[in-house]
């Protein structure tokens, strides 16, 4: 499988431009875990990080819930890998998390983000709180929060990446 990964059009609206961007850092993602094992996937190689490429998806599928379910849409959706005995618990895998799972997971919660995100014009206030309980987001900010994430952790899926076979990319 090739992903295919497409810049917006440069003349788009603002929402088709940022869901373009987010949807290009998905893709990126999904592009630095292309052609694997599951045990390079598993695999944390620049140590003391815990960091890898299987943990950064997890964490992602952690956050698209967070932002697009919990707080634009106000469900009442638990953590997927994680509780209180390890709040980090999406980057601490074993021999029995697979990569079918993962990226399964997170692209069940992709959709969700989708679709929810369908349901809200840019400026709308999310129905949900942030961790803080504060004011509500609009669907602008968490858009734009989320092109962030991705790009920050696309960062570290690069040096990851490197690190695991010497492949690089943009």
Same mark, same amino acid.
């Given at each position: 499988m090739t992903t295919e990964r497409r810049e917006p059009d440069r003349n788009a609206d603002e929402r088709t431009m940022l869901e373009g961007w987010l949807?290009?850092?998905?893709? %990126?993602?999904a592009?630095?875990?292309?052609?694997? %094992?599951?045990?390079?996937?598993? %695999?944390?190689?620049?140590?003391p990080? &815990?960091?890898?490429?299987?943990?950064?998806?997890?964490?992602?599928? &952690?956050?698209?819930?967070?932002?697009?379910?919990?707080?634009l849409a106000a469900e009442d959706t638990g953590?997927?890998?994680?509780?209180?005995?390890?709040?980090?618990?999406?980057?601490?895998?074993?021999g029995a998390d697979t990569w079918q799972e993962a990226y399964s997971t997170w692209q069940a &919660?992709?959709?969700?983000?989708?679709?929810?995100?369908?349901?809200f014009a840019l400026d709308d206030p999310s129905?949900?709180?942030?961790?803080?309980?504060g004011e509500p987001f609009t669907l602008r900010w968490i858009y734009t929060h989320m092109i962030e994430e991705y790009a920050r952790h696309n960062g570290?899926?690069?040096?990851?990446?490197?690190?695991?076979?010497?492949v690089t990319g943009e």
């Open positions: 949807d290009y850092h998905r893709r %990126t993602l592009w630095k875990c292309e052609g694997l %094992t599951d045990d390079q996937l598993r %695999t944390a190689p620049v140590q990080s &815990e960091l890898s490429l299987m943990g950064l998806v997890r964490h992602m599928a &952690e956050v698209e819930r967070s932002w697009f379910r919990r707080v953590p997927i890998y994680y509780d209180e005995a390890d709040p980090d618990g999406e980057f601490h895998l074993t &919660e992709i959709g969700a983000a989708r679709r929810n995100a369908a349901g129905k949900g709180r942030g961790r803080d309980g570290h899926a690069d040096l990851i990446r490197e690190r695991l076979d010497g």
